[in-house]
Structures are given as C-alpha cells and as structure tokens.
Antibody, heavy 124, light 112 residues
C-alpha cells in the first residue's frame, strides 16, 4: 500500500540545521509532486513547500523561503527538506504528503496520503 | 496570504448534519474550485476527505460532501457519527500567489 515515512526530526539549537527525509513506497514516486506541511504544537496546519515530480519546480512559504530547501532523489524514492537557520517558531511536526494526481506535469492541488510526521524542536 | 477562516468549533448530535464553513478571498477560494478538506484525529496525520471542491476520494464515506459559494467553501457531514469527532481543515490553491496553498484555521467537531 502507499506509505510515506518521515525521519530526521529531533531537538536542535536555534541557528543550526537539520535535514528531514521522507521515504516513499507503494507507488511510482517519480510520477508525483510532493509537499511538506507542518503543524506547531496545538496549532493548525501550515503548508511549507512543494516540489514537482521531476524536481523542476519548487515553491516555498514565505516563512521558510531562503532557509529551507526541498529536494528529492527519485532513484531512492525519497523526499528531503533541508532546514537551515532554524528558529524557535519552526518547532512543529513536519509531514510529507503526496500531491494529487492530475495526469499532467503539474501536481494536483490536494494532499493524499500523509506520512505520520516527525517532530522538530528548536530550543537552546 | 492569511489563513482561511473557519469556525473554531461545531457540534451536533449523532445522526444530525453539520456544516463547516471556510472563508477565503477572491484570490484563493473565490478564484478556484480547488478546495480540499482534511480530517485529523488527535495525534494522527491528516486524512483527505474532499478534493477539488466536491470530489470524494475512494474509501471516504458519502456522508461527507463539499460545496462552494463565492469566497466560501463548505464541508457537510450528514448522519453524524461518534467517529467523526475530530479537527477539520480546509485548504485552497491560491495560484501564483505566495504561498500557492493556504490552510484554514481548523474546526473542532464535537459529537454530543
């Protein structure tokens, strides 16, 4: 079955870096756009970034632009989120999610399925 | 781009119908029929319930339906069941805006 498994979360000091991974299985990873979405403790969902199926296009939320980089390795069926210059407000559960399938090069504008999430805590 | 506005909480008795609103602007909800809805139980990942405004994924109960009028999208849950108690989030595509996706503030559904 389709499965997404995030890893790489943990406790990190402000200003430091962390890289999250999302291992995909059960579908043709190289055919789908992928997203990162985060949720601060007790708060709502916040979209973070999207990458096209082939890595050709990437978009970011203003709150992370210039600090976070989304990437993928289709040979390893893995999505990444490189997070630099981390701030306390980046503390959240980070979910990877598959973009909807549209049959075109652009990802569908919905998220299904989602991984179980990985917690990132930025604290000194 | 501000978050879409949802009521903080909605409640209903088993068997009743409830509707959750999701209000955006002419730049997001009003411009595209690309609102999706997600159900999230405590400690769990979100689950897609509705996409492209009113389409239901395979496996989602037909008690869930979506609609839109102007800048407001809505999720209706009919025949409310105890298992429907959860948080619900809407999300809209916003085109070339930054960010291209905006979530709603979230609604806690309580089954009385």
């Amino acid at each position: 079955q389709v499965q997404l498994v995030e890893s790489g979360g943990g406790v990190v000091q402000p200003g430091r870096s962390l890289r999250l991974s999302c291992a995909a299985s059960g579908f043709t990873f190289s055919s789908y756009g992928m997203h990162w979405v985060r949720q601060a403790p007790g708060k709502g969902l916040e979209w973070v970034a999207v990458i096209w199926y082939d890595g050709s296009n990437k978009y970011y939320a203003d709150s992370v632009k210039g600090r976070f980089t989304i990437s993928r390795d289709n040979s390893k069926n893995t999505l990444y989120l490189q997070m630099n210059s981390l701030r306390a407000e980046d503390t959240a559960v980070y979910y990877c999610a598959r973009a909807g399938w549209t049959g075109t090069s652009a990802p569908g504008n919905w998220f299904d399925p989602w991984g179980q999430g990985t917690l990132v805590t930025v604290s000194s | 781009q501000s978050a879409l506005t949802q009521p903080a909480s909605v409640s209903g008795s088993p068997g009743q119908s409830i509707t959750i609103s999701c209000t955006g602007t002419s730049s997001d909800v009003g411009s595209y029929n690309l609102v999706s809805w997600y159900q999230q139980h405590p400690g769990k990942a979100p689950k897609l319930m509705i996409y492209e405004g009113s389409k239901r994924p395979s496996g989602v109960s037909n008690r869930f339906s979506g609609s839109k009028s102007g800048n407001t999208a809505s999720l209706t849950i009919s025949g409310l069941q105890a298992e429907d108690e959860a948080d619900y989030y809407c999300c809209s595509y916003a085109g070339s805006s930054t960010p291209p996706y905006v979530f709603g503030t979230g609604t806690k559904v309580t089954v009385l």
